[in-house]
């Protein structure tokens, strides 16, 4: 069967009830909406050591975005319905989705996954959940540089390179947060090789959404919150010439020996996933 992993670890944990997912994530390890080939891994920190607090749930549907268009990646957003409720734990909880019209400037968002830690380099045993912190690129800006942004991505990561999600990233969490709540504002979606300058990484943008997602889940399942940014507006000059020095990528870095994993979901109600 086809694993989707998702870990709740403190401080930044939260877990699947509506699971914000990329279509083009589910694409790469099932050709088919089928549900029966996949399974959900909530409370998960290590792909190779033993996880305590892991609880594995099966999907009963997979509804992925009619509007979905592989080329540019646009609309590129799936949901999952969970086989059973989750019991949320202080290892599993659920995250908030960014409501419609959420605003963001200059501000800093965290990424998370077990991807490659640069282009073409897998996770390092024993693969443990990893974090990278990116600032957010306006869409004028990354469009000017990655080509074929539309209204319903987002983007993130330095100009001068060095900070990324990666090959294996896709579908992971963009979060932020605002007050003490976390606020899911991002799906990883693609990007043009790894934490290069100027080639910021490209998410789709859950707030545009928000309508998709309550039709098919309900109002009183998904918990969307308004983020209005505090941080200065984006500047969305495009560079006139690229940046000559390449730092080592630094992608989803662990800062600390318990690593702090995010995770991608949201919600209350009974298993829905985005």
Not at 74 to 82: K, P, V
Not at 90 to 102: D, H, T
Not at 195 to 209: D, E, I, T
Not at 222 to 239: Q, Y
Request: overall charge negative; aromatic content about 8%; charged content about 10%.
């Amino acid at each position: 069967n086809n694993t989707i992993y998702r870990v709740a670890y403190s401080p930044f944990s939260w877990s699947i009830s509506v699971m914000v997912f990329s279509l083009s994530c589910l694409k790469r390890v099932a050709v088919t909406p089928d549900p029966a080939v996949y399974t959900v891994y909530l409370g998960r920190q290590s792909q190779e050591l033993s996880n305590p607090n892991e609880v594995s749930v099966s999907v009963s549907q997979v509804i992925l975005h009619p509007e979905y268009d592989n080329l540019p990646n646009n609309n590129d957003m799936a949901l999952l319905r969970l086989s059973s409720p989750v019991t949320f734990t202080n290892f599993i909880q659920p995250v908030c989705l960014a409501a419609e019209g959420s605003i963001f400037n200059s501000d800093t968002m965290w990424v998370t996954g077990w991807g490659t830690i640069y282009s073409g380099v897998p996770l390092p045993s024993p693969q443990n959940l990893q974090e990278v912190d990116v600032p957010m690129v306006g869409n004028t800006k990354c469009d000017c540089l990655n080509g074929g942004i539309t209204e319903n991505m987002m983007c993130a990561g330095p100009l001068e390179g060095g900070k990324d999600s990666c090959q294996g990233d896709s579908g992971g969490p963009m979060v932020i947060r605002q007050g003490s709540t976390w606020i899911q504002a991002g799906v990883v979606s693609f990007g043009k090789g790894c934490a290069l300058p100027n080639l910021p990484g490209v998410y789709a943008r859950v707030s545009n959404y928000q309508n998709w997602i309550t039709q098919h889940v309900g109002m009183n399942n998904a918990s969307f919150i308004p983020f209005t940014s505090t941080a200065p507006v984006l500047d969305e000059t495009c560079p006139t010439s690229g940046i000559c020095h390449l730092h080592l990528p630094l992608l989803l870095s662990c800062f600390s020996l318990q690593c702090q994993c995010v995770e991608v979901l949201q919600v209350h109600g009974h298993g829905w996933l985005v």
